[in-house]
C-alpha cells in the first residue's frame, strides 16, 4: 500500500529535482529557487526559498549528515548551503562557465561531484574548499551520477545513452556504451552491498530515454578489476523514465515518467507494485528517505507529493489553493490582491517596509510614489529626482521591483513568452536548430559549451544557427503594451 501524505505547491515553475535528509525535504526548481522544509510536519523552513542562484537549479543533494545542501544551475556553479543557517557555505565556479546539470556528495562528504553540459566532471574537495580534479567524460551532456555505497567509485551518464564507471582519481574502470537508446537520464545504487571476500558487489539503477528502468550489478575484484553487468529490464511505464531512486534498504525501487506516473517495484523480484497517477504532468525526479519508508516526487506540474510506502495514517492535505509569495517566501499584505499599476502610496510604503527598504518610505512619501510610479522607476530617476545616493540600495530598489513584478504579475504570462532558459519574458526571441525560441544572450552563451545539446530535449544541434523570431517578439511587445 502505498498512501499520499501530503502535495507541496510552492513552486512557480517546473521542479526538477527533490533529496531527504534524516530531518528535512530539499525541492528544487526552474523557478531559480531551492525551497527546505522540515520533514516532522512538511513546514518550510524560514530561511527558505534559497535564491542564490540566477538561472533554473537543475539538481540538489544533501549531505550524508544533512549538514549541508550541494545545488547545481544552468549559471555554471555549484553552490553548498549550511542548513543550520541557510547560507552559502561555498560556491564552486564550474571551469569553463559551463552550466552544471547533476552534483552529489560523495558517502563521507569529503567530495562534491558535479558534471556539466559540455560532458566533463568536476571533484570538489569540500573540507578545503577546492577543485580536486577535472576531465572529460563524454562526448554528451552529463545528465546523472552517483557514488557506489563504498565511495570509492561513482557512475556517470549522459545523454549519448552512455554509462561509466570511474574511480576518485577519475579514470575509467568500466562503461556500458549503450546502457539506454537515444540518452541516459538518471541513476542511482542501492545502499546495500555483497561481497563474498573477493569480490563486492554494488547494484545500480538507470533509467533513460527508451522508457526503460535497469538494474545493474558491478562488480569490484582486487585482481579482476570492475564489471558491469545487466540483471534486469523494468517496463511498467510506456513513455521515458526520467527518474529513479532504491529505498534505503534496497527492497523497492521508484521511477517517475513522462506518461505522468510514479512507478513502484520490488526491486529483488524485478516487480511492478503500484503505478500512482496523482501528478498531471511529467514526473521529473523521486527520492527515498535515508531512513524508512517515506518517499518524494516531483513533477512539471509545480508539485512536490509525499508519500508513505505501507500502512501508515496519511498526515492533513495541505489545502490546494497556495497563497501568494515574494521570492523571499513570505505571504503578502493584502494589497498584493491589485495589480502593482493600482497600488496606492500607502501600499508602496508597505511593501518598502516588508522588503526591509523602511529607510526610503519618507522619501517615496514625500514624492507621491504610487504602483504606477513604482513600476516605472529606473536608476535615473532613484539618483537624481529621489537622491537616493547608495548604488546598493538603488540596485537592491530596482532589483525587489523586478521580483515583486515577476510574481505578482508572472501568472499572466503566455508560457511561449517565456525563454526556457531564463524562465523570463524574451526581449530578443530567437529560434534554435531545436524548432524552439530562446532569448538571444541566453542561447549564445549555452551554444558556447562544448557539444551544445538542445535546452529543452537534451539531443544534439544540427547547427548553431540562430533565426530572429520577429513574430514572437511582435506579439510580445504588444502583450507589454496592454499591460
Not at 557555505?89 to 552529489?104: A, D, H, N, Q
Not at 569529503?110 to 560532458?119: N, Q
Not at 529513479?244 to 511492478?272: E, H, M, P, W
Not at 537616493?388 to 537592491?396: C, E, I, N, P, Y
Request: proline residues 4%.
Amino acid at each position: 500500500m502505498v498512501s499520499l501524505l501530503r502535495t507541496l505547491q510552492d513552486h512557480l515553475d517546473d521542479v526538477n529535482c527533490c533529496a531527504l535528509s534524516n530531518s528535512m525535504l530539499a525541492t528544487c526548481s526552474i523557478d531559480k529557487t531551492i525551497r527546505v522544509y522540515t520533514t516532522n510536519d512538511f513546514c518550510e523552513l524560514n530561511f527558505s526559498p534559497l535564491s542564490e542562484h540566477t538561472y533554473g537549479v537543475h539538481c540538489c543533494c544533501f549531505s550524508s549528515c544533512g549538514r549541508y545542501l550541494a545545488s547545481c544551475s544552468t549559471d555554471a556553479t555549484t553552490i553548498v548551503w549550511d542548513m543550520q543557517t541557510g547560507k552559502v557555505e561555498v560556491k564552486f565556479e564550474y571551469p569553463g562557465r559551463t552550466p552544471v546539470r547533476i552534483c552529489s556528495f560523495s558517502p563521507d562528504s569529503s567530495y562534491l561531484l558535479s558534471g556539466a553540459t559540455d560532458g566533463t566532471v568536476t571533484l570538489w574537495d569540500v573540507p578545503t574548499k577546492s577543485l580536486q580534479r577535472t576531465r572529460a567524460a563524454t562526448e554528451g551532456t552529463l545528465v546523472a551520477s552517483a557514488f557506489s555505497p563504498c565511495g570509492q567509485m561513482f557512475v556517470t551518464g549522459s545523454t549519448l545513452g552512455d554509462l561509466r564507471v570511474w574511480n576518485l582519481a577519475m579514470n575509467q574502470l568500466c562503461a556500458e556504451k549503450d546502457a539506454h537508446d537515444l540518452g541516459v537520464n538518471c541513476c542511482n545504487f542501492s545502499p546495500q552491498t555483497d561481497s563474498d571476500g573477493h569480490t563486492l558487489q554494488f547494484r545500480l539503477a538507470s533509467c533513460g530515454q527508451d522508457s526503460q528502468l535497469k538494474i545493474w550489478i558491478i562488480s569490484q575484484h582486487a585482481s579482476a578489476g570492475c564489471m558491469m553487468q545487466l540483471l534486469h529490464t523494468l517496463t511498467g511505464q510506456s513513455s521515458p523514465v526520467l527518474s529513479c531512486c532504491f529505498s534505503s534498504d534496497g527492497q523497492r525501487l521508484i521511477s517517475g515518467s513522462v506518461d505522468k506516473t510514479v512507478a513502484v517495484y520490488d526491486a529483488n523480484q524485478a516487480v511492478l507494485l503500484h503505478t500512482l497517477t496523482q501528478h498531471r504532468r511529467y514526473v521529473t525526479t523521486c527520492a527515498f528517505a535515508p531512513v524508512g519508508p517515506l518517499f518524494v516526487t516531483g513533477s512539471m506540474d509545480k508539485t512536490v507529493n509525499i508519500w508513505m510506502m505501507g500502512e501508515g495514517e496519511a498526515l492533513p492535505a495541505l489545502s490546494t489553493k497556495r497563497p501568494r509569495t515574494t521570492q523571499r517566501g513570505r505571504k503578502l499584505p493584502g494589497h498584493s490582491r491589485l495589480p502593482v499599476s493600482d497600488w496606492t502610496e500607502e501600499d508602496v510604503s508597505a511593501w518598502l517596509s516588508e522588503e526591509g527598504m523602511e529607510a526610503l518610505v519618507s522619501t517615496f512619501k514625500a514624492n507621491n510614489i504610487d504602483g504606477r510610479e513604482l513600476v516605472s522607476l529606473t536608476k535615473e530617476t532613484l539618483a537624481t529626482e529621489l537622491h537616493v545616493d547608495s548604488v546598493g540600495l538603488r540596485g537592491k530598489v530596482l532589483r525587489k521591483i523586478e521580483e515583486l513584478k515577476q510574481v505578482l504579475e508572472g501568472s499572466d504570462v503566455p508560457d511561449e513568452f517565456v525563454c526556457p532558459i531564463t524562465r523570463e519574458v524574451m526581449k530578443d526571441p530567437v529560434m534554435a536548430a531545436d524548432g524552439y525560441s530562446y532569448e538571444r544572450e541566453a542561447i549564445e552563451s549555452w551554444l558556447k559549451t562544448k557539444n551544445p545539446c538542445s535546452p529543452m530535449t537534451n539531443l544534439p544541434l544540427q547547427t548553431t544557427l540562430l533565426t530572429p523570431n520577429r513574430t514572437l517578439r511582435m506579439a510580445i511587445n504588444r502583450w507589454r503594451d496592454k499591460r
